[in-house]
C-alpha cells in the first residue's frame, strides 16, 4: 500500500519497461522480473568498464524535465530488428586447462622450496615441486 507502483515512473521509462517486459522478453515475464533483468545488464554493462555510461544516463535523466525527455527511448521497430538478427551463442568457454600430475610427499623436516615453507607432514604437491622438495629433504 505504502510502496513505489511502477506507474510512477516517467512515461518514457515506462514505457521502456513494459516494451522490454512484454515485446522483448515475452509472455509471462512480471514487472519485477523486467526490473531484475534490467539492473543485471546494468550491472554487466559496469563490469564491462562502462560505469561512466551508466552515470551519464544518470545525469541526464536529472537534469532533463519530464516535459523534455525522449519519449520513444526503445523504439518498437529497434526490437523486432533485434529478435530478426541471428542472436550469438553464449561465448566459447576457454578450453580445460590441462593440470599437471600431482604426487604426493611425505616430509621429515622443515624445507624451503621457491620462497614457499613446507613443515614437517604430507602433501599433495606436482611432480616438479615433489622432486624439489625430495632433493632439499635428501640434503642435496
Given at each position: 500500500m505504502y510502496g513505489?507502483?511502477?506507474?510512477?515512473?516517467?512515461?518514457?521509462?515506462y514505457t521502456?519497461?513494459?516494451r522490454l517486459r512484454k515485446d522483448l522478453l515475452g509472455d509471462g515475464c512480471t514487472q519485477r522480473a523486467a526490473i531484475a533483468t534490467a539492473l543485471r545488464v546494468t550491472a554487466e554493462?559496469?563490469?564491462d568498464g562502462?560505469?561512466?555510461?551508466?552515470?551519464q544516463h544518470y545525469?541526464?535523466?536529472?537534469?532533463?524535465?519530464?516535459?523534455?525527455?525522449?519519449?520513444d527511448l526503445l523504439p518498437i521497430e529497434t526490437i523486432v530488428?533485434?529478435?530478426?538478427a541471428p542472436s550469438r551463442g553464449p561465448e566459447a568457454t576457454p578450453p580445460p586447462v590441462a593440470e599437471e600430475p600431482t604426487e604426493?610427499?611425505?616430509?621429515?623436516?622443515?624445507v624451503w622450496l621457491n620462497g614457499e615453507r613446507f613443515g614437517p607432514g604430507r602433501y599433495v604437491v606436482?611432480?616438479?615441486?615433489?622432486?624439489g622438495l625430495r632433493a632439499l629433504e635428501a640434503g642435496r
Open positions: 513505489f507502483r511502477m506507474a510512477q515512473l516517467p512515461a518514457p521509462e521502456i519497461l513494459q554493462v559496469v563490469r562502462g560505469a561512466h555510461r551508466v552515470v545525469d541526464e535523466f536529472r537534469s532533463v524535465a519530464p516535459s523534455e525527455r525522449r519519449d530488428a533485434a529478435q530478426a604426493v610427499v611425505i616430509l621429515r623436516r622443515e606436482t611432480e616438479s615441486k615433489a622432486a
